[in-house]
T-cell receptor, first 115, second 115 residues
Framework: GENVEQHPSTLSVQEGDSAVIKCTYS??????FPWYKQELGKGPQLIID?????GEKKDQRIAVTLNKTAKHFSLHITETQPEDSAVYFC??????????????FGAGTRLAVHP | SAVISQKPSRDICQRGTSLTIQCQVD?????MFWYRQQPGQSLTLIAT?????????ESGFVIDKFPISRPNLTFSTLTVSNMSPEDSSIYLC????????????FGQGTRLTVV
């Protein structure tokens, strides 16, 4: 069935360094790839997304890249801050049903940013 | 965007009982979904809540265990029936904006513990 793999499962960086999280997906019909940040005790918060018609999208310190041929997309956070510490989930939509909203999630990456 | 409110935010329930979780969206949305997030794990889609018709369940989830209502375009409920300790999880409501072509947003979740 459809699957999204996410690596690494944990990531520890120093404040000011960059963090990169990588995901691969299996459903060739997927065309929407959101990233969510989940802080302890809260629901997932959408931080950035990318659609299949673009290869890269940037929003301040956060960027996402997409390689449709390789079925691979990545989250890049630059100049990390302690408040970036959270669990990050990548996701891909189920291409043939549910539009952009029916999502398959990766396993999550626990990011720790140390002052 | 959409603001999603869930009630209750947490509950401790006795095994064999049922709990109904409410999800309210601040605007009319076409797509609403229910996810389960087991402790320390990723999100798994339970079902799509269809307005005016029966919910569409994912593999491994059945209506008798997780009955869902969707009486209008802003509200849905999920019932966890005949609970066992294995049902202890966070249950999350999600709503998609833009008639399925926009982003998906999440509520803060309902943390359920079954004893």
């Amino acid at each position: 069935g459809e699957n999204v793999e996410q690596h690494p499962s944990t990531l520890s960086v120093q404040e000011g360094d960059s963090a990169v999280i990588k995901c691969t997906y299996s459903d060739s019909a997927s065309n929407y790839f959101p990233w969510y940040k989940q802080e302890l005790g809260k629901g997932p918060q959408l931080i950035i997304d990318i659609r299949s018609n673009v290869g890269e999208k940037k929003d301040q310190r956060i960027a996402v890249t997409l390689n449709k041929t390789a079925k691979h997309f990545s989250l890049h956070i630059t100049e990390t801050q302690p408040e970036d510490s959270a669990v990050y989930f990548c996701a891909a939509n189920r291409g043939f049903s549910g539009g952009y909203n029916k999502l398959i999630f990766g396993a999550g990456t626990r990011l720790a940013v140390h002052p | 965007s959409a603001v999603i409110s869930q009630k209750p935010s947490r509950d401790i329930c006795q095994r064999g009982t049922s709990l109904t979780i409410q999800c309210q969206v601040d605007s009319q949305v076409t797509m609403m979904f229910w996810y389960r997030q087991q402790p320390g794990q990723s999100l798994t889609l339970i079902a799509t809540a269809n307005q005016g018709s029966e919910a569409t369940y994912e593999s491994g989830f059945v209506i008798d265990k997780f009955p869902i209502s969707r009486p209008n375009l802003t509200f849905s409920t999920l019932t966890v029936s005949n609970m066992s300790p294995e049902d202890s999880s966070i249950y999350l409501c999600s709503a998609g904006v833009g008639d399925g072509e926009g982003e998906a947003f999440f509520g803060q979740g309902t943390r359920l513990t079954v004893v």
